[in-house]
T-cell receptor, first 113, second 115 residues
Framework: AQSVTQLGSHVSVSEGALVLLRCNYSSSVPPYLFWYVQYPNQGLQLLLKYTTGATLVKGINGFEAEFKKSETSFHLTKPSAHMSDAAEYFCAVRGGATNKLIFGTGTLLAVQP | NAGVMQNPRHLVRRRGQEARLRCSPMKGHSHVYWYRQLPEEGLKFMVYLQKENIIDESGMPKERFSAEFPKEGPSILRIQQVVRGDSAAYFC?????????????FGPGTRLTVL
């Protein structure tokens, strides 16, 4: 079985500060990992994904994430937060015999001026 | 290339009525997924369909819920005899193939409110 844990349902940072959103996964097969962002009353937009190869993955809007197998983690980072980054972020895992995405409970990011 | 389309965006039903949610995948995509987002929760997988076939319905409630993806037309998620607990946002996603690395592209969702 696969699962995702996102530590911190709410994270608040100042504009210009580092953004770090944590995601740990559990998977009995090599995982494929995804980060999605959801703005209020909208659908989910893919930020980045890890499938195979390079463990540091760069995405849109300056975000990146690093797959660390030894720590079963896929934390999302951005060096400098912008007001427009305020949204809810979801980590998801997929793999094995199923194509469905298993989502974490989400982290709501607030950016203070 | 138009994205995933869902309609209606908002749907209000009274208890006992039927709700029909429609999803048109991106052009060229033949795989559709439905997810439900309850208040204060993440998205939960419901069902995975290809044209005219249900591939995985492990997340569908056993009663009142059904889904189809006909040869022609959009995918439909149908909820019969709705109850207040069905109030949620329902998201559809599509992908071009069945590979595990395929990106699922999400629609804007249908927000169902049951009075």
């Amino acid at each position: 079985a696969q699962s995702v844990t996102q530590l911190g349902s709410h994270v608040s940072v100042s504009e210009g500060a580092l953004v770090l959103l944590r995601c740990n996964y559990s998977s009995s097969v090599p995982p494929y990992l995804f980060w999605y962002v959801q703005y209020p009353n909208q659908g989910l937009q893919l930020l980045l994904k890890y499938t195979t190869g390079a463990t540091l993955v760069k995405g849109i809007n300056g975000f990146e994430a690093e797959f660390k197998k030894s720590e079963t983690s896929f934390h999302l980072t951005k060096p400098s937060a912008h007001m427009s980054d305020a949204a809810e972020y979801f980590c998801a895992v997929r793999g094995g015999a199923t194509n469905k995405l298993i989502f974490g409970t989400g982290t709501l990011l607030a950016v203070q001026p | 290339n138009a994205g995933v389309m869902q309609n209606p965006r908002h749907l209000v039903r009274r208890r006992g009525q039927e709700a029909r949610l429609r999803c048109s995948p991106m052009k060229g995509h033949s795989h559709v997924y439905w997810y439900r987002q309850l208040p204060e929760e993440g998205l939960k997988f419901m069902v995975y369909l290809q044209k005219e076939n249900i591939i995985d319905e492990s997340g569908m409630p056993k009663e009142r819920f059904s889904a189809e993806f006909p040869k022609e037309g959009p995918s439909i998620l149908r909820i019969q005899q709705v109850v207040r607990g069905d109030s949620a946002a329902y998201f559809c996603a599509s992908s071009p193939g069945e590979g595990n690395t395929d990106t699922q592209y999400f629609g804007p969702g249908t927000r169902l409110t049951v009075l």
